[in-house]
């Protein structure tokens, strides 16, 4: 019966698998046709890209205006040299826009793979229906609208988000060394995804901090102790318990042999940022570090919107209302803090205001611009969004929940600039954790992403529009 149903969700998970692929090159293949030439971001990669692919690897060569470095370029370089080889096509075709493009179609499988097999490894195998619902569950995220329509464009996002992926995978099944070798292929392919290499190496402190937590409270239970009471008891107890484990050498060195490929990694990246003087290279005007804690916020509302059909009930409001009301001093002052934040720390970047291609522009334009209020107005959504999410990732311990709201900060709160793409990779790694939803909720959160998708296609290929000072179309996009 087991085998039988082990091969009934290979078959599912190939019909998804293929369906999936099939629609991506009809989209690709639209793509292609509208856009002949490099768009927005795609006239700084596309020449670089061939200027690799022509074996021109000077830095003499080198667009100062890329931010990230090479790894997208060195890749495709890999990918679409062969084809020449193999196949005898001309270094024109080999290294045509066309070409590069679809090496990002080709991450977008490698992604819909990793999916799955994370799916099948994070979550637990004990339900009939599990079959089913993480292969819609995979579905649903190789489809996720932000980073979906980014597979069609010479973009960073697919390649990183499969490095990163596959980091996470080997670390889950205790390859550490070979996770943080594709920790740095993600680092390559933009700096910031240090943060998940780090959070890989979490993961793994989180897991032996469950366990040296689990066997404390064994024993207290045993020892009959009286419980610490107060309103910070909790947290009181946990960072008692992490100073006690930090005190102990043999804690530490169990530790240190089980991540220091990580360390090893996170080692080279404070090299390289002491080299080259900050983590952005090239045009580092547009790229300035600062304290946004808004950001969290933004990403908050983010998952709040995409993930609607798990955050988002009666129930659920109707549970954090009646916590609001049980510990009100204590939201009163989240509350505060929360408005204090927002006050003092909200940036709007250039790029936000100037470029009215992006759906930020509007957002930001059309939200937060038209009322001043409405930014204060709003704090109350963020701090349902952040608790439902919190409490979405309940079933994960609470040493995993430190370790990835940790990352999330660092990932989010430093960028000036709000920008979806930011959030594709934190939203997946938070949409792998939770527990699997019912089939009901799957299907409703898959329907709601085909027709953004959908929107979204129609709107960049068909409702194009030209600047007063420009020949060039323009498009809407993410």
């Excluded at 070409?99 to 991450?107: A, Q, S």
Aim: charged letters at 15%.
């Amino acid at each position: 019966m087991g085998a039988g149903m082990a091969q009934l969700e290979g078959y599912y998970f190939s019909a998804a698998l293929s369906c999936t692929f099939l629609v991506s090159c009809l989209l690709f293949s639209a793509f292609s046709r509208a856009l002949r030439e490099p768009y927005m971001d795609e006239i700084f990669h596309l020449p670089q890209a061939q200027r690799y692919c022509e074996g021109h690897f000077s830095l003499s060569q080198w667009d100062p205006m890329i931010t990230t470095l090479p790894g997208l370029y060195l890749l495709s370089v890999g990918v679409v040299k062969p084809a020449s080889w193999i196949f005898g096509w001309s270094e024109h075709v080999v290294c045509s826009i066309g070409m590069l493009r679809f090496v990002n179609l080709l991450f977008s499988v490698g992604n819909f793979y990793l999916l799955y097999l994370l799916f099948r490894k994070v979550q637990p195998r004990h339900k009939a229906a599990s079959g089913v619902q993480r292969i819609l569950s995979t579905l649903t995220l190789a489809v996720f609208p932000t980073l979906y329509f980014f597979n069609f464009l010479y973009y960073t996002e697919a390649g990183s988000m499969f490095f990163t992926l596959f980091a996470y995978l080997m670390c889950l099944y205790g390859n550490h060394k070979t996770s943080a070798l594709l920790g740095f292929c993600g680092f390559m392919f933009r700096q910031t995804n240090i943060i998940w290499a780090v959070f890989c190496a979490g993961n793994v402190i989180a897991q032996k901090l469950t366990e040296a937590w689990k066997t404390e409270l064994q024993k207290k239970k045993e020892e009959r102790l009286p419980p610490i009471k107060g309103p910070f008891s909790e947290f009181r107890k946990i960072f008692q318990f992490l100073l006690a484990y930090s005190m102990s050498f043999k804690n530490l060195s169990m530790l240190f042999l089980l991540t220091w490929p990580y360390l090893l990694l996170m080692f080279l990246f404070c090299v390289f940022v002491v080299v080259n003087g900050g983590i952005v290279i090239g045009d580092r005007s547009s790229h300035e570090a600062c304290l946004h804690f808004p950001q969290l916020f933004y990403f908050f509302s983010f998952t709040l919107f995409f993930s609607f059909p798990h955050l988002l009930s009666p129930s659920k409001i109707r549970a954090f209302l009646c916590l609001v009301w049980k510990r009100r001093i204590q939201f009163f002052m989240i509350t505060l803090v929360s408005l204090f934040l927002v006050w003092k720390f909200t940036y709007a970047h250039k790029y936000l205001l100037a470029d009215n291609r992006h759906y930020t522009f509007y957002v930001w334009k059309r939200v937060f611009q038209r009322y001043e209020i409405v930014k204060y107005l709003l704090v109350p959504i963020y701090i349902f969004a952040g608790w439902s999410i919190a409490d979405s990732l309940k079933s994960k311990s609470v040493f995993w929940n430190l370790m990835f709201f940790i990352c999330l900060f660092t990932v989010t709160v430093p960028q000036k600039l709000l920008e979806f793409r930011y959030f594709i990779l934190p939203y997946v790694i938070y949409r792998l954790n939770i527990p699997l939803p019912p089939v009901s909720r799957l299907v409703c959160e898959l329907g709601c992403y085909a027709v953004v998708n959908f929107l979204t296609f129609y709107v960049f290929l068909n409702k194009t529009f030209q600047w007063p000072n420009s020949q060039d179309i323009q498009r809407f996009m993410w």
